[in-house]
T-cell receptor
Framework: NAGVTQTPKFRILKIGQSMTLQCTQD?????MYWYRQDPGMGLKLIYY???????DKGEVPNGYNVSRSTTEDFPLRLELAAPSQTSVYFC??????????????FGEGSRLTVL | GQQVMQIPQYQHVQEGEDFTTYCNSS?????IQWYKQRPGGHPVFLIQ?????EVKKQKRLTFQFGEAKKNSSLHITATQTTDVGTYFC????????????FGKGTKLSVKP
């Protein structure tokens, strides 16, 4: 039972390059999230998904895209990478989405540097 | 937009001293969660508070949710070096999606 798995753990990109951060979960959770964490800041929600085939924008979606073709996978795509996208990215899952639901389960993070 | 303010940003304590971090929201929260992130690690859920005035304890950690459900605190008694990390509160304003708004966190360092 791996929980939430993110790959890669580290990546350096050049400005203008594209890449996909992978996130897969084996907990059969419907809700999945992508956050970014900048130094000294909290976590900002990029995109989220309430189930396969459904995605929605969070607080900071510009420059990113997501897809959710299966319950397990929720990849985050960066197009035309910019230095402002240098950050640590966390994927997270939750069993249900309403306000009564409980904890977020986080992956170990992907540290991205854009030079 | 909705914001959760968390103070202090940093706290340095001597081992054995107490530590408190505070979160405030300008609007009423449905519930609030607390997470701990060790250096280089990922956030790990600690607790969720739902009821007005709720107080929950986990060993040396005491969590409170204000009567108006606009503020919360985490208090650690007699800190240990294992308490080092960043503590985040995350507010839930309700709605069908229940998305969380995270505070900026309080980074705790403990000097042995």
């Amino acid at each position: 039972n791996a929980g939430v798995t993110q790959t890669p753990k580290f990546r350096i990109l050049k400005i203008g390059q594209s890449m996909t951060l992978q996130c897969t979960q084996d907990m059969n959770h419907n809700y999945m999230y992508w956050y970014r964490q900048d130094p000294g800041m909290g976590l900002k929600l990029i995109y989220y998904s309430v189930g396969a085939g459904i995605t929605d924008k969070g607080e900071v979606p510009n420059g990113y895209n997501v897809s959710r073709s299966t319950t397990e996978d929720f990849p985050l795509r960066l197009e035309l990478a910019a230095p402002s996208q240098t950050s640590v990215y966390f994927c997270a899952t939750k069993e249900t989405g309403d306000f009564r639901s409980g904890e977020l389960f986080f992956g170990e993070g992907s540290r991205l540097t854009v030079l | 937009g909705q914001q959760v303010m968390q103070i202090p940003q940093y706290q340095h304590v001597q081992e054995g001293e107490d530590f408190t971090t505070y979160c405030n929201s300008s609007t009423t929260l449905s519930n609030i969660q607390w997470y701990k992130q060790r250096p280089g690690g990922h956030p790990v859920f600690l607790i969720q508070l739902v009821k007005s005035g709720e107080v929950k304890k986990q060993k040396r950690l005491t969590f409170q949710f204000g009567e108006a459900k606009k503020n919360s605190s985490l208090h650690i008694t007699a800190t240990q070096t294992t308490d080092v990390g960043t503590y985040f509160c995350a507010g839930n304003y309700g709605g069908s999606q229940g998305n969380l708004i995270f505070g900026k966190g309080t980074k705790l360092s403990v000097k042995p």
